[in-house]
Nanobody
Framework: QVQLVESGGGLVQAGGSLRLSCAASGRIFSSYTMGWFRQAPGKEREFVTA????????YYGNSVKGRFTISRDNAKNTVYLQMNSLKPEDTAVYYCAADKTTAAWFIPRIIRPLTYDYWGQGTQVTVSS
C-alpha cells in the first residue's frame, strides 16, 4: 500500500513560479522511480518529468524543458517540482506517480502513464494571462 499526496498548487500569473510537493508513505520511497504528469480538461494525461530512484537521472517533456526542475529528498519521502516561467498552457491538474519496478532507466518506458503503479489525487495549477 502506497499513498501519494500532492500539495502546492494554486493560481499564479504568467511568468511566475510555483513549487509542488509530493509526499509518499507506505513503502520505502527510495525504491521508486517518481514522475509528474498533468491533465487539462478534455485532454489526455501528459508526461511532465521523472526522476530515478537515486535522483541521478531526470527527463523532461519538451514543453517544460528549461523551465521545470524535478528533485527528490529520499530522507523526507518527498519529490518536488519547481515550475518557473509559467505559461497559461501549463494550466492543468498535476499528478504525482510512483513506479515500484526495478526496470532499467528507459525513456519510452518512463513517459507512459501505464508504467506507474501509484498515483496521487492531483493538485490544480492555474496560470492566468
Amino acid at each position: 500500500q502506497v499513498q501519494l499526496v500532492e500539495s502546492g498548487g494554486g493560481l499564479v500569473q504568467a511568468g511566475g513560479s510555483l513549487r509542488l510537493s509530493c509526499a509518499a508513505s507506505g513503502r520505502i520511497f527510495s525504491s521508486y522511480t517518481m514522475g509528474w504528469f498533468r491533465q487539462a480538461p478534455g485532454k489526455e494525461r501528459e508526461f511532465v518529468t521523472a526522476i530515478s530512484r537515486s535522483g541521478d537521472s531526470t527527463y523532461y517533456g519538451n514543453s517544460v524543458k528549461g523551465r521545470f526542475t524535478i528533485s527528490r529528498d529520499n530522507a523526507k519521502n518527498t519529490v518536488y517540482l519547481q515550475m518557473n516561467s509559467l505559461k497559461p498552457e501549463d494550466t492543468a491538474v498535476y499528478y504525482c506517480a510512483a513506479d515500484k519496478t526495478t526496470a532499467a532507466w528507459f525513456i519510452p518506458r518512463i513517459i507512459r502513464p501505464l508504467t506507474y503503479d501509484y498515483w496521487g489525487q492531483g493538485t490544480q495549477v492555474t496560470v492566468s494571462s
